[in-house]
């Protein structure tokens, strides 16, 4: 009795160790909370400060969540020096997530965002500060 009793603690160890082996994010500095603290236009070399500004993007595994005065929710890859967003969704609650309609678009410039399939080139990133770069756009942000 004691034998098998030892052998299904022992199962469950190992069954909940590769389980979170299999959650693992390979996002590196990435993951985390992240506060939009600039934005350059490209076209006319504007620069803005938002440092000031309550706009964060936030990442974990395959999921970003971009906040300002409402939420959105993105899936993302992050692969050979970019960050490519393939979806967004209003986080509403109430009635489950819509997806951001094409009528919609203008709504997520306030997060940096000016495509619904937005692709930036990552310029920086490290444990303190991230740089993209859209067609667009150049972000800045620091992690909290």
């Not at 974990?60 to 969704?89: C, E, I």
């Amino acid at each position: 009795m004691g034998k098998i009793i030892r052998l299904l603690i022992a199962s469950a160890v190992v069954t909940v160790l590769w389980a979170c082996e299999l959650e693992r994010s390979n996002n590196g500095d990435l993951d985390g909370f992240w506060h939009l603290t600039a934005v350059d236009t490209l076209a006319t070399n504007v620069h803005t400060d938002m440092s000031q500004e309550r706009v964060y993007w936030s990442f974990q595994m395959r999921l970003a969540k971009l906040q300002h005065s409402g939420s959105v929710l993105a899936r993302f890859n992050h692969v050979n020096g970019y960050l490519a967003f393939t979806s967004f969704y209003w986080n509403r609650g109430v009635g489950g997530d819509q997806p951001v309609s094409e009528e919609e678009l203008g709504q997520l410039a306030q997060f940096g965002v000016t495509q619904l399939q937005e692709r930036f080139k990552v310029l920086q990133l490290n444990a303190n500060e991230m740089v993209l770069q859209s067609e667009k756009l150049k972000l800045t942000f620091e992690k909290w």
